[in-house]
């Protein structure tokens, strides 16, 4: 009896063991998230006129939500973005209109992707000759306060205190999960 019992602990140690090195193995390719392959203007183009839309394509489906793109351009860092961003299949876009000084423009975005982590990045284009446009708000502006301005992300601490629940829950249930229990 003591040999059946002893036999069962060092099993479901063993299969906890190989689950937590599975789990730390494909934790690699679990970190491969949506990618930016393409955009307009081109990363690091040079261009002599507004592109009237900036857009940023991706390796895979984004999500439509929590998305943002924004276009900040010289000499004050100011917004260059109207609107709202749209997000069509991998595709997140917006509009600019027409730009102003001449210099470099900074592309920012931050959308979901399709396994719902968050992805961020800039990209960047230099207008070489100056336009008319009207400039927007600078870029580091304080908030207006309509709760858009969180990053809506959970802290990866949250994931880690779950698993290792998670995990000492089965590890317990499978060493202690029997007892109590009338044998035949």
């Known amino acids: 009896m003591k040999r059946a019992i002893s036999t069962r602990v060092l099993g479901a140690l063993g299969a906890g063991l190989l689950l937590l090195g599975f789990s730390v193995v494909g934790a690699g390719s679990a970190a491969a998230h949506s990618a930016p392959i393409a955009s307009v203007p081109a990363d690091g183009a040079s261009i002599d006129a507004s592109p009237g839309k900036v857009s940023i394509t991706f390796n895979e489906e984004l999500q439509p939500t929590f998305q943002s ?28 209109g027409d730009l102003g000084p001449a210099g470099e423009y900074t592309v920012a975005f931050r959308v979901t992707s399709a ?17 008319t446009g009207t400039p927007g708000p600078r870029a580091d502006a304080k908030s207006t306060g309509t709760g858009d301005e969180g990053d809506g992300g959970i802290p990866l601490w949250v994931f880690i205190a779950g698993a290792v629940v998670l995990f000492g829950g089965g590890l317990a249930f499978a060493l202690f999960g029997g007892r109590g229990k009338a044998q035949k």
């Open 69 to 96: 793109l924004t276009v900040v351009g010289p000499p004050d860092r100011n917004l260059w973005s109207k609107g709202q961003p749209v997000v069509a299949g991998n595709t997140i876009s917006m509009e600019v």
């Open 115 to 131: 396994d719902g982590h968050p992805v961020s990045g800039t990209r960047t284009f230099t207008l070489t000759k100056a336009g």
